[in-house]
């Protein structure tokens, strides 16, 4: 079963510039999440998908976050424009219930955003 | 004060040795718990889950106490692949509002 697909894996930018990371589930995953890893510090969620809708963004900073789920499936993160301190790595993860109860969270590896 | 919060370590443990870690959280409402580990620069992935009445998975062990409100891991006989960074999970019912700790940094020594 292929993992969790994201891309880039790695990204330099220039503050103010803007930039998209993109993510592809494990197949059939109803859930899916977007977290910022700061170094050393644990993921924080930015925002969780349904399928195609948002139940939960309340930590996405929405005045240069973006992202969206189209179709329920892959998913983009987009920055713009970004700040110094956005310099982290963009966790994608999924897991494949979609109601009720919990279960594993499967991550990919990671988009480490470097911003100048 | 932080919602999950984790001692940051690291702790520094020979090969052989028992080494625990605990994990406080302050939302009562809390349902889900879990101990993810996270290999550096490496993404985190699931090491167990926490229930109310314990689990053991070989050498590792797993406790809830929800009136204290926290959750615990045991590791016995720590090998060298054990080192790592392990996360507290917490999440209210249904998977909503996933936090995770800033982790325990684990060094095994030979």
């Not at chain 2, 443990?13 to 409402?29: I, Q």
């Not at chain 2, 406790?63 to 006989?77: E, T, W």
């Amino acid at each position: 079963e292929a993992g969790v697909a994201q891309s880039p894996r790695y990204k330099i930018i220039e503050k103010r510039q803007s930039v998209a990371f993109w993510c592809n589930p494990i197949s059939g995953h109803a859930t899916l999440y977007w977290y910022q890893q700061i170094l050393g510090q644990g993921p924080k969620l930015l925002i969780q998908f349904q399928n195609n809708g948002v139940v939960d963004d309340s930590q996405l900073p929405k005045d240069r976050f973006s992202a969206e789920r189209l179709k329920g499936v892959d998913s983009t993160l987009k920055i713009q424009p970004a700040k110094l301190e956005d310099s982290a790595v963009y966790l994608c993860a999924s897991s494949p219930r979609t109601s009720g109860g919990t279960d594993t969270q499967y991550f990919g590896p990671g988009t480490r955003l470097t911003v100048l | 004060r932080k919602e999950v919060e984790q001692d940051p370590g690291p702790f520094n443990v020979p090969e052989g040795a028992t080494v625990a870690f605990n994990c406080t959280y302050s939302n009562s409402a809390s349902q889900s718990f879990f101990w993810y580990r996270q290999d550096c620069r490496k993404e985190p992935k699931l090491l167990m889950s926490v229930y109310s009445s314990g689990n053991e998975d070989g050498r590792f062990t797993a406790q809830l106490n929800r009136a204290s409100q926290y959750i615990s891991l045991l590791i016995r006989d720590s090998k060298l692949s054990d080192s790592a960074t392990y996360l507290c999970v917490v999440s209210l019912w249904g998977g909503f509002k996933t936090i995770f700790g800033a982790g325990t940094r684990l060094f095994v020594k030979a």
